[in-house]
């Protein structure tokens, strides 16, 4: 079955921190596909990245990077020097390649950066 | 349209009643999603239309619930005799082509409170 979880409900950290945002995922189909959305206060889901299963190469982009390990099902996401508008929900999804075509989010990860 | 439009922004009504919610789609999408997401929950998915048709209806929470879309484009979903427990936010997502691989877009969301 398709499940997605961040274990961390929520987090605080002073401005210019680098904080790491977990995220696993249980899926059975061999492709499938990883997101991390932004929910910032005004509410709409910005999309951040979108990985499949067949890269497993680490990406950066900017202040933000992503680590994709496969051996332990992870897709965990890093934020670097953080700024306060960063404060943020963030949601890691799973979607599966061959089956219903939706996404299965996480309950998302409250990130609350102090100035 | 440049992104995906709900409308309205807000709805707030009474117990009992019946509400509809409006999703427009980035132009050429034709796959369209509707999830819920209740205060402080992460996202739940309702439905999902390829095309005009609604190949998973399973995550419709109760028979009060259904939603249609007409003419590849706008959908509407319609809740019946409205409970204070259907109060979240009900957002709207599409996509080119139904699978992890174009991504998805989401609306702002319609923020429903039933007192």
């Known amino acids: 079955a398709q499940k997605v979880t961040q274990a961390q409900t929520e987090i605080s950290v002073v401005e210019k921190e680098d904080v790491t945002l977990d995220c696993v995922y249980e899926?059975?189909?061999?492709?499938?596909?990883l997101f991390w959305y932004k929910q910032p206060p005004s509410g709409e889901l910005v999309f951040l990245i979108r990985?499949?299963?067949?890269?497993?190469q680490n990406e950066i982009s900017g202040r933000y990077s992503w680590n994709f390990q496969k051996s332990t099902s992870s897709f965990n996401f890093t934020i670097t020097a953080s700024q306060v508008v960063d404060s943020a929900v963030y949601f890691c999804?799973?979607?599966?390649?061959?089956?219903?075509?939706?996404?299965?989010f996480g309950k998302g990860t409250r990130l609350h950066i102090l100035p | 349209g440049a992104g995906v439009s709900q409308s309205p922004s807000n709805k707030v009504t009474e117990k009992g009643k019946d509400v509809e919610l409006r999703c427009d789609p980035i132009?050429?999408?034709?796959?369209l999603y509707w999830y819920r997401q209740s205060l402080g929950q992460g996202l739940e998915f309702l439905i999902y239309?390829?095309?005009?048709?609604?190949?998973?209806k399973s995550g419709l929470p109760s028979d009060r619930f259904s939603a249609e879309r007409t003419g590849g484009s706008v959908s509407t979903l319609t809740i019946q005799r409205t409970q204070q427990e259907d109060s979240a936010v009900y957002l709207c997502?599409?996509?080119?082509?139904?699978?992890?691989?174009?991504?998805?877009?989401f609306g702002s969301g319609t923020r429903l409170t039933v007192v």
């Open positions: 997502a599409s996509s080119l082509g139904g699978t992890g691989v174009y991504g998805y877009t």
């Open positions: 990985r499949n299963s067949f890269d497993e």
């Open positions: 999804a799973l979607s599966e390649a061959h089956r219903d075509d939706k996404i299965i």
């Open positions: 132009s050429g999408h034709t796959a």
């Open positions: 899926t059975r189909d061999t492709t499938y596909y």
């Open positions: 239309f390829q095309g005009n048709s609604a190949p998973d």
